[in-house]
């Protein structure tokens, strides 16, 4: 039997872009390792509690991403913050500060010195770059802010949405819209004036009842028996007629195939029909990542947890590059006269923690969380998830490898890569960057059909 497409992975980008190409009317099959879809889109329920094991936010910044939801009849339950966030925590040599939401916080704050805000309202006067080399978040946000505002701000917001170091991400790759922002508007400090204009939607960032594993979920449901679960895909073989996909479960066939698996994955996958692509997959590093979670009753936290959470700068020296404080973020994620809280270790900041054992881990992360936030006592429930891959890292030359993976397709005509080490991490993102692969996969198999279709009735 000849598919059209096959698709392999079940994570949200490959859930999401199998479900635009059914919507497309085209024959699709989902191959996934696991005996479960959604990647690292996990979201259990304990105790009363909920902990996310992945990622913990929607951003409906991106308006496909937001009509993706719309389409999966989501929207209308998706979730906004709480409203007990209103404040930004960043944690800086021992002392935690916290700083308004407002637009103008940071100059309210003495978060940073008077010098550093003075560099911050100079940011509108600074010269646009011309050319030269590829720029680190680090070197783009110390040029247009100061030194102290990349150190004290961007670092830790690396470390917080990659889990990695500011130092060796690139500006392009990892915050492309402020690079596009300054040489469109000159500076940034005006990009972000003119889109609050109301040319862009809010920032919102939604959740459900039952957690990010909504989303999968739900795309999961949608696409039924198309997904199989359980089965391997050891090689890939281009034919005349598209592709053998060799699996753990028999050989399939498929006029086209979207690789919507890890980086490391995908490599083994391409290694023969697409060397280069393989090479640039190659590239791309993933550190480990651990998640600690803790439940508490009210009364053994002093700190009144009134935002999104922390973030830690390199200089504070600690294992915690961040925590969220969950049940202020969304309302049902700690049974009543309770909290929950969900701390990050590891990434580029510090690998080696994967070689640190649970116990140790969690004893570590629990200290350090309780002299932080005044905790005394121990925590009512505490879970540790450990990903030995975390989220993949746009580091310099990520423009040049997206261009590559780009390619796939012009090399290897009918094969398409999607994840999330392409567009971004987030799962908006990912649903995003689903609609222009499912979008690209369709119109090549439209084609595909329409030639042979011509065919026949030639020879008709």
Known sequence: MMLDVIVIGGGVSGLATAHNLMRQGLDVQLLERQVRTGGNAISQRFQGFLMEHGPTTFNASLPAAVQHLSDLDLLADARDLGAGVKRRYLLDAGKLSGISTHPLGFFRSDYLSVKGRLSMLLEGLRPRKRGGAEETIHAFASRRFGREFADKVIDPMAAGLFMGDAKRLSISGAFGRLAEMEQEFGSITRGVLVAKRGSEPGRHLYSWQGGMATVPTRLAGMLGERIKTGVTVLGLQKTAQGFLVKTTQGTRQARAVVVAAQPHVAAGLLEKLDPEGATALQEIMAPPISVVFFGYRHEQVAHPLDGLGFLTTKSDSRIISGAQFASTMYAGRAPKGHVAISAYAGGMRNPALVKLPDEALIAQVRQELSQILGITGAP????????????????????????????????????????????????????????????????????????????????A
């Open 380 to 459: 009512v429930v505490t879970r540790l998830r450990r990903w030995s891959l975390g989220l993949p890292q746009y580091s310099l030359g990520h423009e040049n490898r997206r261009a590559v993976l780009g390619g796939t397709h012009d090399r290897v005509e009918g094969l398409f890569l999607m994840g999330n080490y392409l567009d971004g991490v987030s799962v908006a993102s990912c649903l995003d960057c689903a609609d222009r692969v499912g979008a690209e996969a369709g119109a090549f198999l439209m084609q595909a059909l329409n030639a042979k279709a011509s065919v026949f009735q030639c020879l």
